[in-house]
């Protein structure tokens, strides 16, 4: 089992930043994969960031490139989403998973999520 706690939503402005965090425990080592989704209201959950354990390699959907850094502190077992340059659009519920076969795989475990907020 690995249990994750999301922390660091809330309201900003257009323009603004936000910094996600993901803490990860149990047995870590059996999910190489973590990733960053969001579920919109009335829209299905998307992918917005994934990262590697273990090479600290990473995929960003198109919609956040040059926006959202995704980033890992293996010794905390934490994995960050920084969001810079906030839109209204970015909305949402942002999740933490952990998945186990490449970055935009399958991901079995889930966080309770974080509600970041924009606004105009």
């Known amino acids: 089992q690995v249990q994750l706690v999301e922390s660091g939503g809330g309201l900003v402005q257009a323009g603004g930043s936000l910094r996600l965090s993901c803490a990860a425990s149990?047995?870590?080592?059996?999910?190489?994969?973590m990733g960053w989704f969001r579920q919109a209201p009335g829209k299905e959950r998307e992918f917005v960031a994934a990262?590697?354990?273990?090479?600290?390699?990473?995929d960003y959907t198109d919609a956040v490139k040059g926006r959202f850094v995704i980033s890992r502190d293996n010794a905390k077992n934490t994995v960050y989403l920084q969001m810079n340059s906030l839109k209204p659009e970015d909305t949402a519920v942002y999740y933490c998973a952990a998945g186990i076969n490449r970055l935009r795989g399958v991901y079995d475990y889930w966080g309770q999520g974080t509600q970041v907020t924009v606004s105009s």
């Open positions: 990262i590697s354990w273990s090479s600290g390699a990473a």
């Open positions: 149990g047995r870590t080592s059996s999910r190489n994969y």
